[in-house]
T-cell receptor, first 117, second 118 residues
Framework: GAGVSQSPSNKVTEKGKDVELRCDPI?????LYWYRQSLGQGLEFLIY????????KSGLPSDRFSAERTGGSVSTLTIQRTQQEDSAVYLC???????????????FGPGTRLTVL | AQTVTQSQPEMSVQEAETVTLSCTYD???????LFWYKQPPSRQMILVIR??????QNATENRFSVNFQKAAKSFSLKISDSQLGDAAMYFC???????????????FGTGTRLTIIP
């Protein structure tokens, strides 16, 4: 595709329900990142994938949060038993990451706005 | 851990004037990258400008330029000839210069909302 896409664009859910957020990276991009943007805050790193593995999960705020990536492409971020503090915009980014190359630009999707009632 | 601070939650500027957005950061690393991203209401983060820490020369992209002061850990963005389309949230971000996998994550400041006054 032309850019990183995310679905749904907006999601409203009730407290306690599970949600799945999807990210389609730019074709051929090996690295994929999830960030969270809470109201009035900057972006907060959640997890990074290189291929299908996640070398860095350090930003996941609790065990209610998990993510997977299949086929080196699409990624799904799952939030179980959602809480009101999970309300935020969830942004995905991808880059073409290769070993030994110091810089690869991250291209961002438009995000999913999650509202937990 | 690295931190990025933007102390100006909001700024405004007259159209065609110049505005400077401030950013400071803290790191113990000597090799790193600094970025300014623009986020319009569409939510899509757009890279405005990038600075490599090892380069002494300040980066410039058309009307956008930075003032990188490595010793002071300061990285400000200057927008010249401001246009209505520049109105957005602007985020300063940091990335480690280490090349091993797992160091590419971006650390962001809390952003500055820029308003352009016609």
């Amino acid at each position: 595709g032309a850019g990183v896409s995310q679905s749904p664009s907006n999601k409203v859910t009730e407290k306690g329900k599970d949600v799945e957020l999807r990210c389609d990276p730019i074709s051929g991009h090996t690295a994929l990142y999830w960030y969270r943007q809470s109201l009035g805050q900057g972006l907060e790193f959640l997890i990074y994938f290189q291929g299908n593995s996640a070398p860095d999960k350090s930003g996941l705020p609790s065990d209610r949060f998990s993510a997977e990536r299949t086929g080196g492409s699409v990624s799904t971020l799952t939030i179980q038993r959602t809480q009101q503090e999970d309300s935020a915009v969830y942004l995905c980014a991808s880059s073409f990451r290769t070993s030994g190359v110091t810089y690869n630009e991250q291209f961002f999707g438009p995000g999913t706005r999650l509202t937990v009632l | 851990a690295q931190t990025v601070t933007q102390s100006q939650p909001e700024m405004s500027v007259q159209e065609a004037e110049t505005v400077t957005l401030s950013c400071t950061y803290d790191t113990s690393e000597s090799d790193y990258y600094l970025f300014w991203y623009k986020q319009p209401p569409s939510r899509q983060m757009i890279l405005v400008i990038r600075q490599e820490a090892y380069k002494q020369q300040n980066a410039t992209e058309n009307r956008f330029s930075v003032n990188f002061q490595k010793a002071a850990k300061s990285f400000s963005l200057k927008i010249s000839d401001s246009q209505l389309g520049d109105a957005a949230m602007y985020f300063c971000a940091y990335r480690s210069g280490l090349t091993n996998f797992g160091n590419e994550k971006l650390t962001f400041g809390t952003g500055t909302r820029l308003t352009i006054i016609p």
